[in-house]
């Protein structure tokens, strides 16, 4: 039955009400009153409660100066990121990136870039070709069928050169640093390419050749060693070239600096201006190194039989797939901690 009236409030089942009851029962029995914290100073409130407010002033302080910290690195990240996509816009138009398999470049145009994407191709074909010949090989063939794919692995060489003549028009420091290979290929490299005279050691060709196959003849010999002499001097040549070439962007780079305060000034800019125009050697000195390797190999082809030439080509080939192996040998050495 409720004895609650229809307008009145039934004290005894109010829940908050009964937990303010509690509260103050418990304090008037331990003699206690609550405390009025609007009537204290600070020299009322007990060391805890000092030090817990002090606490917690010095972590608002260390938040708020996170927080500032943290809007500052965004701001210099935003701006960080507003550069990257501005230069990464600038390389896109200059066409300095590596493309990947899945584009479609333009190596007419004389993309540096695209040079990457067609090596790729070019490797994988030229690979088939040379299991093709490899087959010929171990299957007897007639000179006539092992020709024929002579021949194409040689156009297929000739037009590996005019791509890379193309890319270097674009961008020569690309093509001299040979981003297309590998980092042990890259060591060795020549440059932006492999030297014409390695191929005609005695460890590399001769010895091999005369071992696989029909001893090579006197007069064939002396050919060969002439090639390699005419190789290694037109390589000393073209080494003296780039030498001299960087001893002189080098004198030129360094006299802007000496004669400007600022590399905005026109004198330096002038400076710079000419050690720009003398880079600009650098695509000649690529074209007349990959020359003399088209050169020494053409020669090395009119010397050798069908059959020896054959021969060379997986020779070569063995030697240059050896060389791109021994990166994924040195990544996989095992390494021991330095103690």
Same mark, same amino acid.
């Given at each position: 039955?409720?004895?609650?009236?229809?307008?009145?409030?039934?004290?005894?089942?109010?829940?908050?009400?009964?937990?303010?009851?509690?509260?103050?029962?418990?304090?008037?029995?331990?003699?206690?009153?609550?405390?009025?914290?609007?009537?204290?100073?600070?020299?009322?409130?007990?060391?805890?409660?000092?030090?817990?407010?002090?606490?917690?002033?010095?972590?608002?302080?260390?938040?708020?100066?996170?927080?500032?910290?943290?809007?500052?690195?965004?701001?210099?990240?935003?701006?960080?990121?507003?550069?990257?996509?501005?230069?990464?816009?600038?390389?896109?138009?200059?066409?300095?990136?590596?493309?990947? %398999? #899945?584009?479609?470049?333009? &190596? =007419?145009?004389?993309?540096?870039?695209?040079?990457? +994407?067609?090596? /790729?191709?070019? *490797? $994988?074909?030229?690979?088939?070709?040379?299991?093709?010949?490899?087959?010929?090989?171990?299957?007897?063939?007639?000179?006539?069928?092992?020709?024929?794919?002579?021949?194409?692995?040689?156009?297929?060489?000739?037009?590996?050169?005019?791509?890379?003549?193309?890319?270097?028009?674009?961008?020569?420091?690309?093509?001299?640093?040979?981003?297309?290979?590998?980092?042990?290929?890259?060591?060795?490299?020549? %440059? #932006?390419?492999?030297?014409? &005279? =390695?191929?005609?050691?005695?460890?590399?060709?001769? +010895?091999?050749? /005369?071992?696989? *196959? $029909?001893?090579?003849?006197?007069?064939?010999?002396?050919?060969?060693?002439?090639?390699?002499?005419?190789?290694?001097?037109?390589?000393?040549?073209?080494?003296?070239?780039?030498?001299?070439?960087?001893?002189?962007?080098?004198?030129?780079?360094?006299?802007?600096?000496?004669?400007?305060?600022?590399?905005?000034?026109?004198?330096?800019?002038?400076?710079?201006?000419?050690?720009?125009?003398?880079?600009?050697?650098?695509?000649?000195?690529?074209?007349?190194?990959?020359?003399?390797?088209?050169?020494?190999?053409?020669?090395?082809?009119?010397?050798?039989?069908?059959?020896?030439?054959?021969?060379?080509?997986?020779?070569?080939?063995?030697?240059?797939?050896?060389?791109?192996?021994?990166?994924?040998?040195?990544?996989?050495?095992?390494?021991?901690?330095?103690?």
């Amino acid at each position: 039955m409720d004895c609650a009236s229809p307008g009145g409030t039934d004290t005894s089942t109010d829940p908050d009400l009964d937990k303010n009851q509690a509260f103050e029962r418990g304090h008037a029995a331990a003699g206690l009153t609550p405390p009025d914290s609007s009537h204290k100073s600070n020299g009322e409130l007990g060391p805890k409660t000092l030090r817990r407010l002090a606490q917690n002033r010095e972590a608002a302080r260390r938040s708020r100066l996170r927080k500032k910290a943290y809007v500052q690195q965004l701001e210099s990240s935003g701006l960080r990121l507003a550069r990257l996509e501005q230069e990464l816009q600038r390389a896109r138009q200059q066409g300095f990136l590596i493309s990947t %398999l #899945g584009d479609q470049p333009d &190596s =007419e145009n004389g993309d540096a870039s695209s040079f990457y +994407v067609e090596h /790729a191709r070019w *490797l $994988e074909e030229h690979h088939k070709q040379v299991d093709e010949l490899r087959a010929a090989v171990g299957a007897h063939a007639g000179d006539g069928d092992l020709q024929a794919i002579v021949d194409t692995v040689m156009a297929r060489c000739d037009e590996i050169f005019r791509l890379k003549g193309a890319a270097a028009k674009a961008d020569a420091f690309r093509v001299l640093s040979g981003t297309w290979g590998t980092p042990v290929e890259r060591c060795f490299l020549w %440059l #932006g390419g492999f030297r014409p &005279s =390695e191929l005609l050691m005695v460890p590399t060709i001769i +010895v091999l050749l /005369a071992s696989r *196959l $029909e001893p090579l003849t006197e007069k064939q010999l002396d050919s060969i060693d002439v090639l390699r002499r005419s190789s290694l001097q037109a390589e000393e040549a073209l080494s003296r070239e780039m030498e001299a070439l960087r001893q002189s962007v080098t004198e030129t780079v360094a006299a802007a600096g000496s004669s400007s305060l600022s590399c905005s000034d026109d004198d330096c800019t002038g400076q710079m201006a000419v050690a720009v125009g003398k880079l600009g050697a650098m695509e000649g000195l690529l074209r007349q190194a990959d020359d003399l390797r088209l050169r020494i190999l053409e020669e090395t082809r009119r010397v050798l039989t069908t059959r020896q030439c054959a021969r060379a080509v997986l020779v070569v080939t063995d030697y240059f797939s050896r060389m791109r192996a021994l990166s994924s040998l040195w990544i996989a050495r095992p390494t021991t901690g330095v103690n």
